[in-house]
T-cell receptor, first 112, second 113 residues
Framework: NAGVTQTPKFRILKIGQSMTLQCTQD?????MYWYRQDPGMGLKLIYY???????DKGEVPNGYNVSRSTTEDFPLRLELAAPSQTSVYFC???????????FGNGTRLTVT | DQQVKQNSPSLSVQEGRISILNCDYT??????FLWYKKYPAEGPTFLIS?????DKNEDGRFTVFLNKSAKHLSLHIVPSQPGDSAVYFC????????????FGTGTSLTVIP
């Protein structure tokens, strides 16, 4: 039972490149979330999903896209990387909005 | 607009003493509150939660207090141990926020042996 798995752990991108951050969970949770953490800024919600086929914007969705074709996977896509997207990205899942979030170990992304 | 605030970026406490971490919120509709602990290079891990129908919840050395009128919650760690040194985040959600969880900016706790 791996919980929430994020890949890759680290990545360096050049400005304008694209990439997909992967998130997979084996907890059979319907709710999945993508957060970014900048130094001293806490965790900001990028996108979330309450089930397969359903996605919604969070506080900071600009520059990102998501899809949710299965319960297990919730990839985050960066189309045109910008230095402002340098951050640590965390994926999380929960059973419902009144249950704790379970986090992956994060992806550290640097855009230069 | 930061709906959940942790105004103390850091806190140092002697081993064995009580650690008190504070959190304030602005949205009176929040009804579920959580505390997370985060070590470097790891994801946040869940510590303890409280719903708005309670004012206190305990789990071992950790107790969370909720003061709804003041829109304030606190985490007490007694006794503090060196392994408790980490960054602590409070978080909140509400039935009307579309299943979103809002996080504070974190407090870095150092427990001095």
């Amino acid at each position: 039972n791996a919980g929430v798995t994020q890949t890759p752990k680290f990545r360096i991108l050049k400005i304008g490149q694209s990439m997909t951050l992967q998130c997979t969970q084996d907890m059979n949770h319907n709710y999945m979330y993508w957060y970014r953490q900048d130094p001293g800024m806490g965790l900001k919600l990028i996108y979330y999903s309450v089930g397969a086929g359903i996605t919604d914007k969070g506080e900071v969705p600009n520059g990102y896209n998501v899809s949710r074709s299965t319960t297990e996977d919730f990839p985050l896509r960066l189309e045109l990387a910008a230095p402002s997207q340098t951050s640590v990205y965390f994926c999380a899942t929960t059973l419902d909005a009144n249950s704790p979030l379970h986090f992956g170990n994060g992806t550290r992304l640097t855009v230069t | 607009d930061q709906q959940v605030k942790q105004n103390s970026p850091s806190l140092s406490v002697q081993e064995g003493r009580i650690s008190i971490l504070n959190c304030d919120y602005t949205n009176s509709m929040f009804d579920y509150f959580l505390w997370y602990k985060k070590y470097p290079a790891e994801g946040p891990t869940f510590l303890i939660s409280i719903s708005s129908i309670k004012d206190k919840n305990e789990d071992g050395r950790f107790t969370v207090f909720l003061n709804k009128s003041a829109k304030h919650l606190s985490l007490h760690i007694v006794p503090s141990q060196p392994g408790d040194s980490a960054v602590y985040f409070c978080a909140a959600s509400a039935w009307n926020t579309g299943n979103q969880f809002y996080f504070g900016t974190g407090t870095s706790l150092t427990v001095i042996p």
